[in-house]
């Protein structure tokens, strides 16, 4: 795939540098990345299977909307309470999930490997969440429906998410707010702004902040709390990390509006 970039130095490791590429280069990465070139073959089985088993417009149509009303407010609840949670960290069986689910994420915001959900603990979740609401609506039909929908916008919020880490500035005034207020969240205090192309659940939830005169910057905005204190009694991600949890990420350029997330905030506020 690097060879397809033509740019070397937007890889760091064995994955893609989001503060190094630009929005071209990031559409190839995504266009070709397995975890969602397999979302796309998904989302052509279940459509596939939504026309064969067709529920009718109204529970397919009612399929769609449930999904799109209810996945920001699980993606909120499983963001703010099991991703930045503290227990899967805590038992040797899970620390690695929980390492590859997120803390990897918040180490280096910019690594497109870490960035995307593994698919092993995506699609069941998608599937739990979607299927059943589809099948109480309208059968196999409109639970192929929900699943569709369901995988559609995770490829949706991965591709805004990218553009989030990404060394670009959109030029939609919605995207940038979107940007800036999730920047916060990466580079400011972790526990506020848990959407990623919304955030009306953090609104209702109090949990929503426009910028960094705010609130006072968190010190576990990097690490999630896993500190060194918190890795002596659990060592286990740390084991599985090879050093100990960093307090800021590294190997990574960040754009302007990253390093100033307090300037860049009132920019678009």
Same mark, same amino acid.
């Given at each position: 795939?690097s060879? !397809?970039?033509?740019?070397?130095?937007?890889?760091?490791?064995?994955?893609?540098?989001?503060?190094?590429m630009?929005? +071209?280069?990031?559409?190839?990465?995504?266009?070709?990345?397995?975890?969602?070139l397999?979302?796309?073959?998904?989302?052509?089985?279940?459509?596939a299977?939504?026309?064969?088993?067709? @529920?009718?417009?109204?529970?397919?149509?009612?399929?769609?909307?449930?999904?799109?009303?209810?996945?920001?407010?699980?993606?909120?609840?499983?963001?703010?309470?099991?991703?930045?949670?503290?227990?899967?960290?805590?038992?040797?069986?899970t620390?690695?999930?929980?390492?590859?689910?997120?803390?990897?994420?918040?180490q280096?915001?910019?690594?497109?490997?870490?960035l995307?959900?593994?698919?092993?603990?995506?699609?069941?979740?998608?599937?739990?969440?979607?299927? /059943?609401?589809?099948?109480?609506?309208?059968?196999?039909?409109?639970?192929?429906?929900?699943?569709?929908?369901?995988? !559609?916008?995770?490829?949706?919020?991965?591709?805004?998410?990218?553009?989030?880490?990404?060394?670009?500035? /959109? +030029?939609a005034?919605?995207?940038?707010?979107?940007?800036?207020?999730?920047?916060?969240?990466?580079?400011?205090?972790?526990?506020?702004?848990?959407?990623?192309t919304?955030?009306?659940?953090?609104r209702?939830?109090?949990t929503?902040?426009?910028?960094?005169?705010?609130?006072?910057?968190?010190?576990?905005?990097?690490?999630?709390?896993?500190?060194i204190?918190?890795?002596?009694?659990?060592?286990?991600?740390?084991?599985?990390?090879?050093?100990?949890?960093?307090? +800021? /990420?590294?190997?990574?350029s960040?754009?302007?509006?990253?390093?100033?997330?307090?300037?860049?905030?009132?920019?678009? @506020?």
């Amino acid at each position: 795939m690097s060879g !397809t970039l033509r740019n070397p130095s937007i890889r760091s490791g064995r994955s893609f540098d989001l503060g190094k590429m630009n929005l +071209r280069q990031l559409w190839i990465a995504y266009l070709t990345y397995p975890t969602i070139l397999l979302y796309f073959a998904l989302i052509a089985i279940s459509f596939a299977l939504a026309i064969h088993f067709f @529920a009718g417009e109204g529970p397919t149509l009612t399929a769609v909307l449930a999904v799109m009303l209810i996945y920001p407010v699980v993606w909120y609840l499983l963001h703010r309470y099991i991703l930045h949670g503290h227990l899967l960290y805590k038992s040797r069986f899970t620390a690695a999930l929980w390492k590859r689910i997120h803390f990897d994420h918040h180490q280096d915001p910019h690594l497109l490997d870490v960035l995307f959900g593994g698919p092993a603990t995506t699609l069941p979740t998608i599937g739990a969440i979607t299927i /059943p609401v589809g099948w109480l609506i309208g059968g196999p039909g409109a639970a192929a429906t929900a699943f569709c929908t369901g995988v !559609t916008i995770t490829c949706i919020y991965e591709f805004f998410h990218c553009i989030q880490h990404l060394n670009y500035k /959109p +030029r939609a005034r919605w995207i940038q707010r979107m940007k800036a207020y999730h920047v916060l969240h990466h580079f400011h205090d972790e526990d506020g702004n848990f959407g990623i192309t919304s955030y009306v659940v953090d609104r209702a939830l109090g949990t929503y902040y426009v910028d960094a005169r705010s609130r006072g910057r968190s010190p576990t905005v990097f690490n999630l709390g896993y500190t060194i204190e918190q890795a002596k009694r659990y060592p286990w991600v740390m084991r599985l990390t090879g050093h100990a949890p960093k307090d +800021r /990420p590294d190997g990574a350029s960040r754009p302007e509006s990253e390093r100033n997330p307090q300037r860049n905030s009132r920019q678009v @506020a």
